[in-house]
Nanobody, 124 residues
Framework: VQLQASGGGLVQAGGSLRLSCADSGRTFSGYTVGWFRQAPGKEREFVAG????????YSADSVKGRFTISKDIAKNTVNLQMNSLKPEDTAVYYC??????????????????WGQGTQVTVSS
């Protein structure tokens, strides 16, 4: 599994961005793909996740109603649509893949493979 995250950039508060996570090595079948973020001086935190098989979705309370995670089977990508962005959403966003049980989907240690990260900056 070789993950590549893309789509970051600079946006004003209230704006939108769409991140994509692609696996250049193989299909995501059997994996859960998660998005995490790390702001300067803070620990990395879970944002959202989706089970490729079955489609169960998970999201952090801080992004519910604003961020939507989805999968594109044809392109073998997992996308994170981020709307109503806030300055506090500024961080490096990482996608990751693993096989966590439901109770561990939000845990960083449940994921084996990580992408390189993409910077999201939201200006006020």
């Amino acid at each position: 599994v070789q993950l590549q995250a893309s789509g970051g950039g600079l946006v004003q508060a209230g704006g939108s961005l769409r991140l994509s996570c692609a696996d250049s090595g193989r299909t995501f079948s059997g994996y859960t793909v998660g998005w995490f973020r790390q702001a300067p001086g803070k620990e990395r935190e879970f944002v959202a996740g989706i089970r490729w098989s079955g489609g169960n979705r998970y999201s952090a309370d801080s992004v519910k109603g604003r961020f939507t995670i989805s999968k594109d089977i044809a392109k073998n990508t997992v996308n994170l649509q981020m709307n109503s962005l806030k300055p506090e959403d500024t961080a490096v966003y990482y996608c990751a893949a693993g096989r966590p049980i439901a109770s561990s989907v939000m845990k960083e240690g449940s994921y084996y493979y990580w992408g390189q990260g993409t910077q999201v900056t939201v200006s006020s």
